[in-house]
């Protein structure tokens, strides 16, 4: 079955400094990787997915994570975080055959001026 | 910006009222989702679509029912809220995948409160 882990609920950071959002999954296939991003009051907006093709994936706003098989990870990461960046975080992982979604329990970033 | 919209955004009704949770998509995506979010949880799969008068129930149990008789279109109905129902509810869509690739584009959602 496929799972994935964020291994922390609440993350601080300073603005002007990297972010660091972990993930860790489980699956007995080659999954497809997600990370989902939700503004207060809003839907989830995808920042970027893995899919096989090249381990460093580029999203949006600045954000990248990298798939390692090795380690089962795809940590989410960014240089410099802005104010803005302020959200809830998910990992997802998709099920193969069913094309279901499956969240993690999601980090809550805060961005500290 | 995805073009899938859920109405109302808001929603605070008495015990044992019938309410619809409205959800369109004018993607002509051929699947679609409600999922479940309760404040600071993970999303939860409550129901699915793969296409017109198809429907499915998802991972986590619920007394609400849905209907697909349009493509763009996947409401979502409870027959008597309960407080129980009290929660936030997203709707998605997506392409026919035969990959698990599939992005899934987000509505809003709408946030019901059962008093």
């Known amino acids: 079955a496929q799972s994935v882990t964020q291994l922390d609920s609440h993350v601080s950071v300073s603005e002007g400094t990297p972010v660091l959002l972990r993930c860790n999954y489980s699956?007995?296939?080659?999954?497809?990787l997600f990370w989902y991003v939700q503004h207060p009051n809003k839907g989830l907006q995808l920042l970027l997915k893995y899919t096989s093709a090249a381990t460093l994936v580029k999203g949006i706003n600045g954000f990248e994570a990298e798939f390692k098989k090795s380690e089962t990870s795809f940590h989410l990461t960014k240089p410099s975080a802005h104010m803005s960046d302020a959200a809830e975080y998910f990992c997802v992982v998709s099920d193969p055959g069913t094309d279901k979604l499956i969240f993690g329990t999601g980090t809550r970033l805060q961005v500290f001026p | 910006e995805a073009d899938i919209y859920q109405t109302p955004r808001y929603l605070v009704i008495g015990t044992g009222k019938k309410i619809t949770l409205e959800c369109s998509q004018t993607m002509g995506h051929d699947k679609m989702y409600w999922y479940q979010q309760d404040p600071g949880m993970e999303l939860h799969l409550i129901h699915y679509s793969y296409g017109v008068n198809s429907t499915e129930k998802g991972d986590l149990s619920s007394e609400s029912t849905v209907s697909r008789i349009r493509t763009e279109h996947f409401p979502l109905t409870l027959e008597s809220a309960r407080p129980s129902h009290t929660s936030q509810y997203l709707c998605?869509?997506?392409?026919?995948?035969?990959?698990?690739?599939?992005?899934?584009?987000f509505g809003p959602g709408t946030r019901l409160t059962v008093t």
């Open positions: 998605a869509s997506s392409e026919y995948c035969g990959r698990v690739d599939c992005e899934q584009y």
């Open positions: 699956s007995s296939y080659s999954p497809s």
